[in-house]
């Protein structure tokens, strides 16, 4: 089965500065894709960035990239120039041949 | 586009009441899923239909919980009996396509009370 773990349960930075949020992942397939999901205190699950694992070159979506080590089983998510409005909780997620797997989620706070 | 529609947003309910759930996929996407979120378990999938038929339903905690799918613009998700510890928010995304490779577009959730 595959597992999802996030290692950080709360992260807070600095406004304007950069902060990394860590993933690692478990599986024995070949071809899977990875996300990382935004849930604001809204409730609502918004699709922050996608990697597929037959890509080597790292996703970035504006001030979202990430660092997808294949080898490693690790697909961390760096924000830089955090804003306010990036507090949430992130929830990096897995699929395969079955739908989403989800990690257990990191709470980022962001300090004006 | 309306997204993915959930109602009701928020039910309080009784011990042993029965609940029933429902979902608008967006127009023309042909998957769906079912995921339940609690503070204690996080984020799992219940079940997830493609072109109406069910293809896994592995997640579904117990027979009281049932899911339909009768077109493709309509799913729910019942529970009877409800129980206390069913307490949690249930999501509904639709996708495009089999599986979860393209991206899933998830409804705003309903907030279930069971008392």
């Known amino acids: 089965a595959q597992t999802v773990t996030q290692s950080q349960p709360e992260m807070s930075v600095q406004e304007a500065e950069t902060v990394t949020l860590s993933c690692t992942y478990d599986t024995s397939e070949s071809d899977y894709y990875l996300f990382w999901y935004k849930q604001p205190p809204s409730r609502q699950m918004i699709l922050v960035i996608r990697?597929?694992?037959?890509?080597?070159q790292n996703a970035t979506e504006n001030r979202f990239s990430v660092n997808f080590q294949k080898a490693a089983k690790s697909f961390s998510l760096k924000i830089s120039d955090s804003q306010l409005g990036d507090a949430a909780m992130y929830f990096c997620?897995?699929?395969?041949?079955?739908?989403?797997?989800f990690g257990s989620g990191t709470r980022l706070q962001v300090q004006p | 586009d309306a997204g993915v529609i959930q109602s009701p947003r928020h039910e309080v309910t009784e011990m042993g009441q029965e609940v029933t759930l429902r979902c608008k996929p967006i127009?023309?996407?042909?998957?769906l899923f079912w995921y339940r979120q609690t503070m204690m378990r996080g984020l799992e999938l219940l079940i997830y239909?493609?072109?109406?038929?069910?293809?896994?339903d592995s997640g579904m905690p117990e027979d009281r919980f049932s899911a339909k799918m009768p077109n493709a613009s309509f799913s729910t998700l019942k529970i009877q009996p409800s129980e206390p510890r069913d307490s949690a928010v249930y999501f509904c995304?639709?996708?495009?396509?089999?599986?979860?490779?393209?991206?899933?577009?998830f409804g705003p959730g309903t907030r279930l009370t069971v008392l």
């Open positions: 239909f493609n072109n109406n038929v069910p293809i896994d």
């Open positions: 127009s023309g996407h042909n998957s």
């Open positions: 997620a897995y699929t395969g041949r079955r739908a989403l797997t």
């Open positions: 990697q597929e694992a037959y890509k080597q």
């Open positions: 995304a639709s996708s495009l396509s089999r599986g979860s490779y393209n991206e899933q577009f």
